[in-house]
């Protein structure tokens, strides 16, 4: 059997290689079987199924709400998962909120027929702020077991690569290195300590799936070198001037929709531009 029908034969049985939408959901999914099986990282799983279950409900009846078509739920799998992983509550409400929260954001917080905001990031930052004495977001580390995290940050280097983002990633990671060092030599705190919470399940998530959402991060390369090491200076700040632990959240929560209502305005501007001439 030659390469190429080998390759056609993949492209044909598995998704991955046709449509990029589900390549996130698997990536997902490994990274939630690794941290459970590593470090039982889950509350419990009626609170996953009930994370998921509100997600992809709430995206189907909304979708077919507002567009007249039953969307597709790979985005919403996606969601529910991430809310799953990060929310810690004693209470099972929380997660169906949050993941209720995470979708509504993508049909009622829009700009110029865009949603701004990740939605998963949006629906953490709203149960932060609005029950705060009822959740919690997940902040352990790996612990002295590093193998988990190498293979999922090769997978998510990977990954992120196929669709196009790992420089946001790099970005953000090396932008988050740089600002450690400047956080300890403010504050006196070991350099490695400063670093530490990027090798957190938390981040992972952020890293290879937030920041790198194809529909809430800016188009224009340059943009996508800018708005990271905006997002990682922000989250610095938060950290030094606020204690903030979940800084980085917060960071991306405040940056990320003013990117992207900026580059809406500039496009909107350039193409005024261009027809104007064409016009006279």
């Not at 919403?76 to 509550?89: D, N």
């Not at 670093?195 to 943009?223: E, H, N, R």
């Not at 204690?243 to 809406?264: C, T």
């Amino acid at each position: 059997m030659s390469e190429n029908t080998i390759v056609n034969s993949l492209k044909r049985w598995i998704p991955i290689y046709t449509d990029k939408r589900y390549i996130a959901p698997i990536f997902i999914t490994l990274i939630l079987i690794a941290a459970e099986l590593s470090f039982g990282i889950l509350e419990g799983y009626p609170k996953l199924a009930t994370a998921i279950l509100a997600s992809l409900g709430t995206e189907l009846i909304l979708g077919k709400i507002v567009t007249g078509k039953w969307r597709n739920l790979a985005s919403a799998y996606v969601s529910g998962i991430s809310v799953a992983i990060l929310i810690r509550s004693p209470m099972i409400w929380p997660y169906a909120l949050c993941s209720i929260i995470a979708i509504t954001t993508k049909y009622v917080l829009r700009y110029k027929g865009r949603h701004i905001w990740n939605p998963s990031n949006f629906g953490v930052v709203a149960l932060l702020l609005l029950a705060s004495d009822s959740v919690a977001v997940l902040s352990i580390q790996w612990g002295n077991n590093v193998w988990p995290m190498l293979v999922i940050w090769v997978l998510g280097f990977i990954i992120v690569w196929r669709v196009n983002r790992l420089h946001i990633s790099t970005v953000y990671i090396v932008s988050f290195l740089f600002f450690s060092l400047f956080r300890s030599w403010m504050t006196g705190n070991p350099f490695l300590g400063e670093v530490a919470p990027i090798t957190g399940p938390m981040y992972q998530l952020f890293i290879f799936f937030m920041i790198t959402d194809p529909k809430t991060t800016v188009s224009s390369k340059w943009g996508q070198y800018v708005v990271p090491f905006a997002i990682a200076a922000v989250e610095m700040v938060l950290r030094l001037a606020f204690h903030a632990v979940y800084a980085p959240f917060y960071a991306l929560f405040i940056v990320g929709p003013i990117a992207m209502v900026i580059e809406i305005k500039w496009n909107e501007y350039m193409e005024k531009r261009e027809i104007k001439p064409a016009a006279s």
